[in-house]
């Protein structure tokens, strides 16, 4: 039974969120890592010990506060304890370098940082304040909220240019996203969240508010690894996560996958498109229904789910299938249209490539201190340019075919590198594999694949060119196979192909 609507629906903070699951359910369990526990109380007077922390710092209303940490207790404490201190949330990818995360300090005018135990060491090495979330009782501290329209989180991530850009999230873009996806996802007080892609990403976080506002419960793996990320679901019977395509696919093929009892009702998988075999793989192993979503850090961050109509929710499976891999219809309160190069709508037919661009109330205002991106970022009608290239249907699906700077022109074809990943998932011996174009003196780019094999399969170059000659066209069939024991990854566990292009 899905519980009914938060009573905060009409919050504009995202303090709201945890303080009115304080209010209606104080004694539930909201948060468990291991034999930790911590009822909803407990979370909301942690964060207002934080709160009270930051202001005796001479933290001020409109500052930014750095967090630093892997998935755990104290960092979804520090999602509402920041706020709740009046100041602005700056997330940090803990997989930066020191270098890298200094950037983001200067950058974001930073000057404390919240992090845990695993992070004390890097922490010594930045310029700013260090501080943990208290674990003793909240002092007598009112938050000091900012308005809906001013900014609740900044996070970084970086452009074609490859510059840290501050994705500024307002109160409103926050709690927009987060009802939006209670009433799209019917979230309610029994799910329980896996928190296992990072918290430090959107990919995660946005169901630090969505699951809090409708008090329901949180579980934590500090660190991914495929044989970890399927006990955590097992033993603490989640019902619900988001997981990145690369996870997902490691945890289906891992041994033994589909052996453990599962109580999952839907998983969700964005930030990359997903091949059909895989989430044909998805369902079988966990039992449950499967929703494609996408998103961006600059739209909160969902754009589309894969949440079927009842019409094609009636097709056969093996028909379903299709659209459920398909990167979905628009999330609720998003305007969105594929475009030419022209900045018209392309037909609705499944076929044609254009640009996918959006507007709604989840979309960010721009990026903090840089203007110039800011107005790089938009269209003359007000809609984010996102740089992904897809195709939309006759029901209003789209279907990412890739982005802009990853499709490969060769011999004057192109080629989306998506398209050609999906054939090379089939083959039994790869475990991942990321397509992207390097330069050739006669073709402009040529077709090349890296591939990692599964533990104890084989495969030779010439093998896997075969399997996709049969199957794609040849100008689209890879001319070289680069094996690798890993890929390069971003901090939300997406595939980094500009790595890739260096690397090989």
Same mark, same amino acid.
């Given at each position: 039974m899905v519980s009914s609507k938060p009573h905060s629906a009409d919050a504009r903070n995202v303090w709201h969120f945890l303080a009115d699951a304080a209010e209606r359910a104080p004694d539930r369990v909201a948060l468990r890592q291991g034999p930790r526990r911590a009822s909803y109380r407990a979370v909301r007077d942690r964060a207002i010990a934080l709160a009270a922390t930051l202001q005796q710092h001479g933290v001020r209303t409109g500052d930014r506060v750095a967090v630093l940490m892997h998935n755990d207790l104290d960092h979804l404490v520090a999602y509402f304890g920041v706020p709740a201190a009046g100041a602005i949330? #700056?997330?940090?990818?803990?997989?930066?370098?020191?270098?890298?995360?200094?950037? @983001?300090l200067d950058h974001s005018g930073?000057?404390?940082? #919240?992090?845990?135990?695993?992070?004390? !060491?890097?922490?010594?090495?930045l310029p700013s304040t260090e501080l943990r979330v208290p674990s003793g009782p909240a002092p007598n501290v009112t938050p000091r909220l900012l308005p809906a329209d001013e900014p609740a989180q900044l996070y970084y991530t970086s452009g074609t240019t490859g510059s840290p850009k501050g994705v500024v999230l307002t109160h409103r873009n926050v709690?927009?996203?987060?009802?939006?996806?209670?009433?799209?996802?019917?979230?309610?007080?029994? $799910?329980?969240?896996?928190?296992i892609a990072p918290m430090f990403h959107l990919a995660d976080a946005w169901a630090t508010f969505a699951i809090t506002a409708v008090a329901g419960a949180h579980v934590f793996l500090p660190q991914f690894t495929a044989p970890a990320a399927l006990d955590l679901l097992a033993d603490e019977r989640v019902t619900i996560t988001n997981l990145v395509p690369t996870m997902l696919n490691l945890m289906v093929k891992e041994p033994g996958a589909g052996d453990r009892s599962y109580a999952l009702r839907v998983m969700l998988s964005g930030g990359a498109p997903i091949a059909p075999d895989v989430v044909a793989r998805i369902m079988q192993t966990f039992g449950c229904d499967y929703v494609q979503t996408y998103g961006m850090t600059e739209t909160s961050p969902y754009l589309t789910l894969?949440?079927?109509? $009842?019409?094609?929710?009636?097709?056969?499976?093996?028909?379903?299938?299709?659209?459920?891999?398909?990167t979905g219809? *628009?999330?609720?309160? @998003?305007?969105?249209?594929? &475009?030419?190069?022209?900045? !018209?709508? &392309? *037909?609705?037919? $499944?076929?044609? #490539?254009? !640009? @996918?661009? &959006?507007?709604?109330?989840? #979309?960010? *205002?721009?990026?903090?201190?840089?203007?110039?991106?800011?107005?790089?970022?938009? $269209?003359?009608?007000?809609f984010l340019m996102t740089g992904d290239l897809a195709t939309i249907d006759e029901h209003g699906f789209v279907d990412i075919k890739d982005r802009k700077k990853d499709v490969i022109k060769t011999g004057g074809e192109t080629v989306f590198s998506t398209e050609v990943e999906h054939v090379l998932y089939e083959h039994e011996a790869v475990l991942e594999c990321a397509v992207f174009g390097r330069p050739d003196a006669k073709w402009g780019e040529r077709v090349t694949a890296a591939v990692v094999l599964r533990p104890n399969a084989t495969a030779s170059a010439d093998e896997l060119i075969a399997f996709c000659r049969e199957r794609i066209a040849g100008y689209k069939t890879p001319k070289e196979i680069v094996f690798l024991a890993t890929l390069p990854r971003t901090g939300s566990g997406k595939i980094k192909k500009r790595a890739l292009r260096d690397l090989c």
């Open positions: 949330l #700056v997330s940090l990818n803990a997989r930066l370098t020191a270098q890298e995360q200094r950037g @983001i930073a000057r404390w940082l #919240v992090h845990d135990q695993a992070h004390a !060491e890097r922490a010594a090495e709690c927009t996203h987060a009802l939006a996806a209670i009433e799209e996802l019917q979230l309610g007080e029994r $799910d329980t969240w896996a928190h894969s949440l079927l109509p $009842d019409h094609l929710r009636a097709l056969p499976p093996e028909q379903r299938l299709r659209w459920q891999a398909k219809r *628009p999330f609720r309160g @998003i305007e969105l249209k594929v &475009v030419d190069e022209h900045g !018209e709508p &392309v *037909p609705r037919d $499944d076929a044609t #490539v254009g !640009e @996918i661009r &959006v507007r709604g109330a989840t #979309v960010t *205002p721009g990026y903090w201190h840089n203007d110039a991106a800011t107005r790089a970022a938009f $269209d003359e009608h007000g």
